[in-house]
């Protein structure tokens, strides 16, 4: 069923007593729910294990130690310094419309299961903020931390950018037809699949040089949280794609021009500047991720050559959290295992 009659997209009543929970009769959008959260039976089985996973990611960002970072960061070359301060600026701005957006989006979500995991990923979405904060208060020196929130401000690349992040959601709140809310659906899933990736590998570059290494121990949990909430919206593009008005074509336009701001993105804020880094190997990695986001959501990849078909950066996997066999995160240089040992739900690099 595909919904062509609806002009603006029902929003949820904060209490419905008409509304009817058998699970026969509940679906991901234009249901009649009550809008009590029965969970008791679920539809979508797959949402309550996903719910699970994310609760079981639980992190507190002042836990992990980043003293080592403090002085590193007066050693890093200024190149370094540009990047580091630049990345925590854009990383700002995606957390930050994550966490404003998703709820004009939940609220038209008729699958209380859903709702749930959404619920939890505005909740991680803003902790995101806060370790961002963080970072930047105990690394940064004073008279450089406005700056990261401002950088937008001044830098008309990253301003640019957060516009065309922001625009795709704001289209929908203007105008709430199916039609936007697809769309937005789409560019959440590129948010959370594309956009942050090549901002955790310069994160894991200086750690594999042993710089920062509590900014890239942060990294890896947030990485972690980001990989499910990847997982949630490539569920749902399926089931969107089976509901909403839209086209193939569109999907690949978007996908096209997402890799191409990110690529624009990655080498104004680090280029070919970072060891290990160039701008052959952003395009190469923004490819590969558009390729295996697409394919998540049962698409051909957009770009076929066999160059895009690996990472570049599978050297830098140790650093992340996201191997299968990782059930132990360890502090990169110490050894120490860290509390945070409960989640083995992400699989393996090839979801990143
Ligand atoms: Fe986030
Ligand atoms: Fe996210």
């Not at 209380?112 to 690394?139: D, F, K, R, V, W």
């Not at 920062?212 to 972690?224: C, E, L, Q, V, Y």
């Not at 997982?231 to 593009?237: D, F, T």
Request: proline fraction near 5%; charged fraction near 20%.
């Amino acid at each position: 069923m595909v919904v062509t009659h609806q002009t603006e997209m029902p929003i949820n009543p904060i209490f419905n007593p008409e509304g009817d929970d058998a699970i026969e009769n509940r679906s991901i959008w234009f249901g009649n729910t009550t809008n009590l959260m029965q969970l008791n039976d679920v539809r979508y089985t797959w949402a309550v294990g996903l719910y699970q996973q994310m609760r079981e990611n639980f992190w507190i960002p002042q836990r992990l130690d980043v003293t080592q970072d403090v002085t590193d960061y007066a050693n890093l070359t200024d190149d370094e310094r540009y990047a580091y301060d630049g990345i925590l600026s854009y990383l700002t701005f995606l957390d930050s419309v994550q966490t404003c957006n998703i709820p004009h989006l939940k609220s038209s979500i008729t699958a209380p299961e859903i709702s749930l995991c959404m619920a939890e990923q505005i909740s991680q979405e803003g902790m995101h903020n806060q370790s961002y904060q963080y970072l930047i208060e105990t690394i940064i020196p004073p008279d450089r931390r406005t700056q990261v929130y401002d950088f937008w401000r001044t830098d008309k690349v990253l301003k640019d950018r957060c516009e065309f992040i922001a625009k795709l959601y704001q289209k929908y709140i203007d105008d709430a037809t199916p039609e936007n809310y697809f769309i937005a659906l789409m560019a959440d899933f590129l948010l959370e699949g594309l956009y942050f990736y090549n901002g955790f590998i310069y994160f894991y570059n200086l750690a594999s040089r042993m710089l920062m290494p509590g900014s890239a121990d942060i990294f890896k949990m947030i990485n972690r949280d980001e990989l499910s909430h990847v997982r949630l919206y490539q569920k749902l593009i399926p089931e969107a794609r089976k509901v909403f008005p839209h086209s193939v074509e569109q999907i690949y336009e978007m996908f096209d021009m997402a890799v191409n701001y990110e690529c624009r993105w990655t080498n104004h804020i680090v280029g070919n500047n970072i060891l290990g880094i160039t701008e052959s190997s952003t395009e190469k990695y923004t490819k590969y991720l558009a390729n295996i986001r697409l394919r998540s959501i049962g698409l051909e990849p957009l770009y076929p050559e066999p160059k895009y078909n690996k990472s570049p950066y599978t050297h830098l996997e140790r650093f992340s959290d996201t191997k299968k066999e990782a059930h132990t995160k360890a502090n990169f240089f110490e050894a120490t295992v860290t509390s945070y040992v409960m989640s083995s739900g992400v699989t393996g690099w090839d979801e990143i």
